[in-house]
């Protein structure tokens, strides 16, 4: 017996998973600055909870990363902290948290371990590394699991600059160059009140 298709099925059938995948690729696609951030929610190993609901008091640095992608933006995060030390400022006005992709790691008992090498790892950094352990933070906001992530939100919910994998020297200096300017502004408004 031989499976006769017509060309117009094959053709709609084409057209129809074309469709889907367009759909696919531009939801997963992350946003682009300018547009409103999605409300999204992670908490730290110790249940402290980054909820990202505009508008905010400062504007948010995020730093998504899993175990694959956590050396693509090492210079990077080299020069965030030089910054930081620099313009002690800076790190006032701006806030910054660094989201962990664990959910390969979601189950017992390599769940508990997890949460100990987070621990450790925030302890010797000095920050909140928060916990993405169901993928919806990676979905909310269309990032691919295998490239480090770095988002730039506005207090007002704007997204400012996104990008994935290593960051080029040019896009470094310019996220740097808003960070400074966003510090800058936010002290002027602080001052004001």
Not at 68 to 91: F, Y
């Amino acid at each position: 017996m031989r499976l006769r298709f017509s060309r117009i099925s094959w053709m709609q059938g084409l057209a129809v998973t074309a469709i889907v995948l367009a759909q696919a690729s531009i939801a997963a696609a992350l946003p682009t600055p300018g547009e409103k951030a999605v409300r999204a929610r992670v908490t730290d190993p110790d249940g402290r909870v980054l909820d990202l609901r505009f508008p905010h008091e400062k504007p948010i640095l995020i730093l998504y990363e899993g175990k694959t992608s956590e050396k693509q933006n090492q210079v990077l995060k080299d020069e965030l902290e030089r910054l930081s030390r620099q313009e002690k400022e800076s790190r006032k006005a701006i806030r910054f948290a660094a989201v962990a992709d664990v959910a390969k790691y979601d189950y017992w008992p390599v769940r508990g371990l997890a949460e100990r090498t987070i621990r450790q790892r925030a302890a010797e950094t000095g920050s909140a590394i928060y916990c993405d352990w169901d993928g919806r933070f990676r979905s909310a906001f269309g990032i691919d699991a295998t490239r480090s992530t770095v988002l730039f939100i506005g207090a007002d919910g704007r997204v400012q600059f996104a990008a994935e994998g290593p960051l080029r020297a040019d896009a470094r200096e310019r996220l740097i160059e808003m960070l400074r300017e966003a510090a800058g502004s936010t002290k002027l408004a602080n001052n004001k009140g």
